[in-house]
């Protein structure tokens, strides 16, 4: 869906620099998902969020990420000290409360 | 196990031949299901979703559910070398109406040849 907005669209970090991903949902929608492709896999469910709250975080790695949904702004996905595994496609979903509908995503490359 | 089972493929048919993809999936009390549609390099595509046993036709795609044979079924009538695409089956968790956290299977890859 066009709607979702993602940015940047590409992004390359140097090993152990922070990554930050933007996501602006559909005009309307109050609940966020953050979703990570790996090279060769599937999609996974990383976090899900509504305004000022994570609701499930279940799928986030233990350590160097997190995710907010401020009360004014976009959603981010943050990534501290990256590391070449963390190169992937990062996709957010935003739903009014029904189906989720994705944005173009943002390509992480960790060199 | 794997929590929800695609067949990788790449399933190749025919330009015009009805393309038949399949799921199934662990979980007895998914509740909801939904087909999306990967170009490679592009992000995931709603095409169908369906909630209720038995077949769900929109355009060219029928949805069909087995919710006591845990499957579920695309199949994509009239098929377009445009069709050609990976298509992602998913599946909410069981015992929630969640249908924004949903669990992806690898996916099909679909070949269409004019």
């Known amino acids: 869906n066009a709607g979702v907005m993602q940015n940047p669209r590409h992004l390359v970090r140097r090993r152990g620099q922070e990554a930050r991903l933007r996501c602006s949902p559909v005009k309307g929608h109050s609940h966020v998902y953050w979703y990570r492709q790996l090279p060769e896999e599937g999609l996974k469910f990383m976090v899900y969020?509504?305004?000022?709250?994570?609701?499930?975080e279940s799928g986030m790695p233990k350590e160097r990420f997190s995710a907010e949904f401020p009360k004014e702004g976009p959603s981010i996905l943050r990534i501290q000290q990256v590391v070449r595994g963390d190169s992937a496609a990062y996709f957010c979903?935003?739903?009014?409360?029904?189906?989720?509908?994705f944005g173009q995503g943002t390509r992480l490359t960790v060199v | 196990q794997k929590e929800v089972e695609q067949n990788s493929g790449p399933l190749s048919v025919p330009e015009g031949a009805i393309a038949s993809l399949n799921c199934t999936y662990s979980d007895r009390g998914s509740q909801s299901f939904f087909w999306y549609r990967q170009y490679s390099g592009k992000s995931p595509e709603l095409i169908m979703f369906?909630?209720?046993?038995g077949d769900k036709e929109d355009g060219r795609f029928t949805a069909q559910l087995n919710k006591a044979s845990q499957y579920v079924s695309l199949l994509i009538r009239d098929s377009q070398p445009s069709d050609s695409a990976t298509y992602l089956c998913a599946v909410t968790i069981g015992g929630s109406s969640n249908t924004g956290k949903l669990i992806f299977g690898q996916g099909t890859t679909l070949q269409v040849k004019p």
């Open positions: 979903a935003s739903s009014p409360s029904g189906e989720a509908f």
């Open positions: 969020l509504q305004k000022e709250n994570i609701i499930d």
């Open positions: 369906i909630y209720s046993n």
